[in-house]
């Protein structure tokens, strides 16, 4: 299995670009993450998907910052406009959810490499 | 809302000694303590899952126990080598919607 697969891996844009993360979960996993980690904060969870359903967006910072699962094998984090204080990485990560919606505590948690995102 | 802390951030140590990294949560209502290690530029991966109902859990080398009552989990790592140089990350499961909230870890250097 090529495990959780961001793309890109390094991204500079400038302040009030468009920014377009993407992730690919690993195959027959029903649960997608966005986190974002930053040296003051460490990891920050932004949105929750369950069966390609957001469950919980409560993290997303602002209305700058949306995500979206169309189907089962992948997911986007966009934000626009771009500011400087979004500078951080960005990590995917799945897991197999066997109750919907909700962990029963047994679920790992596969993580992407992360996507490295600076804005100038 | 849970909070989880990690002491100490960074810990410098000598290769072959044992070691020992804390967590702290502030809700016991957890559904499994979770250790990650990153590497500089790397995501996560996944050491060990301790559920609620369980104390601890082993895997070559590491050992991690949990105490719910007392809100606290360990990593205790035996003969520390310069390839454990990393940052460690605990991550407690929270009821509701089962998401992982983390601390912010401690970053491990072991030298030769």
């Known amino acids: 299995d090529a495990g959780v697969i961001q793309s890109p891996r390094h991204e500079v844009t400038e302040m009030g670009q468009e920014v377009t993360l993407r992730c690919k979960p690993i195959?027959?996993?029903?649960?997608l993450f966005w986190y974002r980690q930053t040296m003051m904060r460490g990891l920050e969870l932004l949105i929750y998907?369950?069966?390609?359903?957001?469950?919980?967006d409560s993290g997303m910072p602002e209305d700058r910052f949306s995500a979206k699962m169309p189907n089962a094998s992948f997911s986007t984090l966009k934000i626009q406009p771009s500011e400087p204080r979004d500078s951080a990485v960005y990590f995917c990560?799945?897991?197999?959810?066997?109750?919907?919606?909700?962990?029963?505590?047994?679920?790992?948690?596969?993580f992407g490499s992360g996507t490295q995102l600076s804005v100038l | 809302k849970q909070e989880v802390t990690q002491i100490p951030a960074a810990l410098s140590v000598p290769e072959g000694e044992n070691l020992v990294l804390n967590c702290s949560f502030t809700?016991?209502?957890?559904?499994?303590l979770q250790w990650f290690r990153q590497d500089p530029g790397k995501g996560l991966t996944s050491l060990l899952l301790?559920?609620?109902?369980?104390r601890e859990q082993t895997s070559g080398r590491l050992n991690a126990s949990l105490d719910k009552s007392s809100g606290r989990s360990t990593l205790y790592i035996a003969a520390s080598q310069p390839g454990d140089s990393a940052t460690y990350l605990c991550a407690a499961m929270n009821s509701g919607y089962s998401t992982l909230t983390f601390g912010k870890g401690t970053m491990l250097l072991v030298s030769p």
């Open positions: 990560a799945s897991s197999l959810r066997l109750r919907r919606g909700i962990g029963t505590g047994v679920e790992k948690l596969f």
């Open positions: 195959s027959g996993h029903n649960s």
């Open positions: 809700d016991s209502a957890i559904y499994n």
């Open positions: 998907f369950n069966n390609n359903v957001p469950i919980d």
């Open positions: 301790i559920q609620s109902s369980q």
